[in-house]
């Protein structure tokens, strides 16, 4: 079940995923339209250490801006490091610069959670950038992805110019860097304009040549970048297996003909097939695909503080039950515990893990005094590690 999407939603998108074909959701949730604003965009940029040269950019009218041209060493302004000068780049702004943000995933809960939810949608490993844009000022000429992208509208209007050719399955590599004068030629011509309004969503296949254009100023749209797991990967996620083949280590002393060529390549070749088709490899692929997606995990502090200090029982000490008795046993002492604190002792030992409040929420009749009492002897005894 997803958090943002319906049933009928997500369907979609994982047709168009299948069929490798864009797709454009109207919002009919309002929550994905108050993932990001404007009040919200400046409060995350005011956050001065957290951005630097590698994930806070500057583009004019399809060039990047340096970094140093609008950077400062923060002495002035109470900075810790190098981070971009709010001044410098409310000035390129006014001159219609596009601000670009990288890597926002855990410095908002709400794209988190919609980050965590296309993983599931997917099982794609996900990450997200944010795209601010002044009216008719263009950030990038038209490109691809090398990974799919779910961009969510969140603020003003923007136009995206679907054109018709396709790069098959692009990876980042050299290989795949092509100049302006070259993607826009590759690029054809525009088949489809899609305007988007705050909460759309338009999905983009890895490969799909697009633009976009501000038609209001402010726009704001988060990419969220979907990566999914490649034959490649298998090749680095098997690399250990390689390298403890004692043939694939040994030295190719010599090559005299293509004979001698096609040998190597056959025995590379049935190496490579009992490496591959092994019963365990198959176990570990499958785990490996299953296991793709980022862990997406954020700090509670709060249920912290409301749970209260957690104590964990060591497995190194037990109770054992002797007629109406109970004693604490290590390997070299037996214990007797109180009368008293029998029946508590049952129930941490069976917990495993306890805190002030399971205790009290478990036996409310006991005063503070006698749960710490309780407490303080466990710690005493080294009952808890």
Same mark, same amino acid.
């Given at each position: 079940?997803?958090?943002?999407?319906?049933?009928?939603?997500?369907?979609? %998108?994982?047709?168009?995923?299948?069929?490798?074909?864009?797709?454009?959701?109207?919002?009919?949730?309002?929550?994905?339209?108050?993932?990001?604003?404007?009040?919200?965009?400046?409060?995350?940029?005011?956050? $001065?250490?957290?951005?630097?040269?590698?994930?806070?950019?500057?583009?004019?009218?399809?060039?990047? =801006?340096?970094?140093?041209?609008?950077?400062?060493?923060?002495?002035?302004?109470?900075?810790?490091?190098?981070?971009?000068?709010?001044?410098?780049?409310?000035?390129?702004?006014?001159?219609?610069?596009?601000? /670009?943000?990288?890597?926002?995933?855990?410095?908002?809960?709400?794209?988190?959670?919609?980050?965590?939810?296309?993983?599931?949608?997917?099982?794609?490993?996900?990450?997200?950038?944010? !795209?601010?844009?002044?009216?008719? $000022?263009?950030?990038?000429?038209?490109?691809?992805?090398? $990974?799919? /992208?779910?961009?969510?509208?969140?603020?003003?209007?923007?136009?995206?110019?679907?054109?018709?050719?396709?790069?098959?399955?692009?990876?980042?590599?050299?290989?795949?860097?092509?100049?302006?004068?070259?993607?826009?030629?590759?690029?054809?011509?525009?088949?489809?304009?899609?305007?988007?309004?705050?909460?759309? %969503?338009?999905?983009?296949?890895?490969?799909?040549?697009?633009?976009?254009?501000?038609?209001?100023?402010?726009?704001? $749209?988060?990419?969220?970048?979907?990566?999914?797991?490649?034959?490649?990967?298998?090749?680095?996620? !098997?690399?250990?297996?390689?390298?403890?083949?004692?043939?694939?280590?040994?030295?190719?002393?010599?090559?005299?003909?293509?004979?001698?060529?096609?040998?190597?390549?056959?025995?590379?070749?049935?190496?490579?097939?009992?490496?591959?088709?092994?019963?365990?490899?198959?176990?570990?692929?499958?785990?490996?695909?299953?296991?793709?997606?980022?862990?997406?995990?954020? !700090?509670? =502090?709060?249920?912290?503080?409301?749970?209260?200090?957690? !104590?964990?029982?060591?497995?190194?000490?037990?109770?054992?039950?002797?007629?109406?008795?109970?004693?604490?046993?290590?390997?070299?002492?037996?214990?007797?515990?109180?009368?008293?604190?029998?029946?508590?002792?049952?129930?941490?030992?069976?917990?495993?893990?306890?805190?002030?409040?399971?205790?009290?929420?478990?036996?409310?009749?006991?005063?503070?005094?006698?749960?710490?009492?309780?407490?303080?002897?466990?710690?005493?005894?080294?009952?808890?590690?």
């Amino acid at each position: 079940m997803s958090n943002y999407f319906s049933d009928k939603q997500v369907k979609l %998108l994982e047709e168009a995923k299948s069929s490798k074909n864009y797709v454009h959701l109207k919002n009919e949730n309002q929550s994905l339209k108050d993932i990001m604003n404007l009040k919200n965009l400046n409060k995350i940029i005011s956050m $001065h250490n957290c951005w630097g040269q590698n994930n806070f950019s500057l583009v004019l009218d399809k060039n990047i =801006i340096p970094f140093r041209n609008f950077s400062t060493d923060g002495n002035d302004l109470g900075f810790s490091k190098t981070s971009p000068d709010p001044i410098k780049v409310e000035n390129y702004i006014k001159k219609g610069a596009s601000l /670009v943000l990288n890597d926002l995933i855990y410095l908002s809960k709400d794209i988190q959670l919609l980050a965590d939810d296309l993983q599931i949608i997917t099982n794609g490993k996900c990450q997200a950038n944010l !795209y601010f844009s002044m009216q008719s $000022h263009q950030a990038f000429a038209p490109h691809y992805d090398t $990974h799919d /992208v779910f961009a969510l509208h969140c603020e003003g209007e923007k136009v995206w110019n679907i054109y018709e050719n396709f790069e098959q399955d692009p990876i980042n590599h050299p290989i795949f860097k092509n100049s302006l004068d070259e993607r826009t030629k590759k690029s054809g011509k525009i088949i489809d304009q899609v305007l988007l309004k705050p909460g759309d %969503l338009l999905y983009l296949p890895r490969g799909q040549f697009h633009d976009a254009l501000a038609s209001k100023n402010g726009a704001i $749209h988060i990419a969220f970048g979907i990566t999914y797991m490649k034959p490649l990967d298998l090749f680095q996620y !098997y690399w250990e297996n390689y390298i403890v083949n004692e043939y694939f280590r040994s030295d190719v002393k010599e090559l005299n003909s293509i004979k001698d060529v096609k040998e190597i390549h056959s025995k590379i070749v049935n190496e490579l097939d009992k490496i591959i088709n092994n019963n365990d490899l198959y176990e570990h692929s499958l785990q490996y695909f299953q296991n793709w997606p980022y862990k997406l995990v954020g !700090y509670d =502090i709060k249920k912290i503080v409301n749970e209260g200090v957690q !104590y964990q029982v060591s497995d190194k000490i037990s109770i054992s039950e002797d007629g109406s008795k109970l004693f604490l046993v290590d390997e070299k002492n037996k214990v007797p515990v109180p009368d008293k604190f029998i029946e508590i002792m049952k129930f941490t030992f069976d917990k495993k893990i306890i805190s002030y409040k399971i205790l009290k929420d478990k036996y409310p009749n006991l005063t503070d005094e006698t749960l710490d009492e309780f407490l303080n002897a466990m710690k005493n005894m080294m009952v808890f590690i």
